[in-house]
């Protein structure tokens, strides 16, 4: 085994330094974190918010300790207190702790073959804003597409109420990202090869000043998914647009791999003498269940939305049903090579595919259960995405107020405003 003299996304990951930072600020983040992740615990009779006391519990702190910490993390407007509930045992009521509202807001953002888009995530979750805009980005211009992406981040920003304050933004792109700062190196279906797309980004006022890193979409829109937490802990993402990410989650973390470039579900080859796809080989994936392909089969054109081939299909267009039969299986193929390799709870079905899926489930299933050696006794499910649309641009949101969380000390003490 060789040991990479450069780091890569994967090891910088395993050797963050030790900063020099106080056990207080430690133990601050470590506050903050089991109120934001017993948030995060959102599914009906989910717990209440914690108290102090629960904090002091679950952290192994002492009362007084996460006292002292939640205000601060009160003061910094990254926690607020619910009003008091009477409990059954004895003593004070006990006052909920729960993540703020409206105060600090992370950016994500995305820019895809047939949309981009912008929205702005507080910690409690919620979408205080967001934008986009339909085009045509193929073979695009990537200077131009970031401009246009820039005006939506400053709309973005203008519609955000005056006591927020934006952490940073992270952008989804569909394609290869080995580094969160760029450059990316490709994207097939945009034409976009080599761009330093974060220079390019903050060179326009709407973004300057604010930290901006890139990862790939369905390495996002997993994180997404594996927040909403209906697939389980081990599951496939796919995300399916004009091209077809996926990403690995393995014990609720993404498995990137080597450089951070897992996942070309896309690109994995159905028929080696089939049809040339974007990336310059034959026969891929991407060529049979791709939106593009699958629009192209049903006899529509390309730039429709996704919505006209579901109501053409609802409306009993056999061609419409045909073509997804179709993508179904060429899926069903792609993703039993995939559980062969990989042994995960559930394939969860993302991006246009969620809509899709009434149509797609048993022809992906069928392909699984007959492909995949181990489907006589485990037989993975196949799931619909729960990350709501647009689980890219919420994932890229979520791993901006993740370093807030992180680091809840830079926080304190800053002004109010975006
Ligand atoms: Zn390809």
Redesign the pocket.
Known sequence: MTHPAVPTAATARRRVPARQGSLREHNLALVLRHVLDAAGATAPGAETPPSRADVATATGLTRGAVSALVDLLIGARLVDELPPVVTARAGRPAVPLVPARGTVVGLGAEVNVDYIGVRALDLAGQVLAHRETAGDYRHSDPAAVLALLAGLVGQVRADLPASARVAGMCLALPGLVDRVTGPLRLA?NLGWRDVDVVALLTAHPEVDGLPVRLANEANLAARAEARAGAAGQSFLYVSGEVGIGAAVVLDGEVFAGRHGWSGEL??TVVDQQGPR???G?RG?L?QYAGKDALLRAAGRDVEEPVEALLAAVAAGDERAARALRSAGEALGVALANFVNLVDVETVVLGGIYAPLAPWLTDAVTAQLRSRVLASAWAQARVGVAAGGPHAAMTGAAVVVLRAVADDPAAWLGAPAGA
Do not use: L, M, Q
Request: net charge negative.
């Open positions: 097939p896309g690109h796809c974007t990336c080989a891929c991407e």
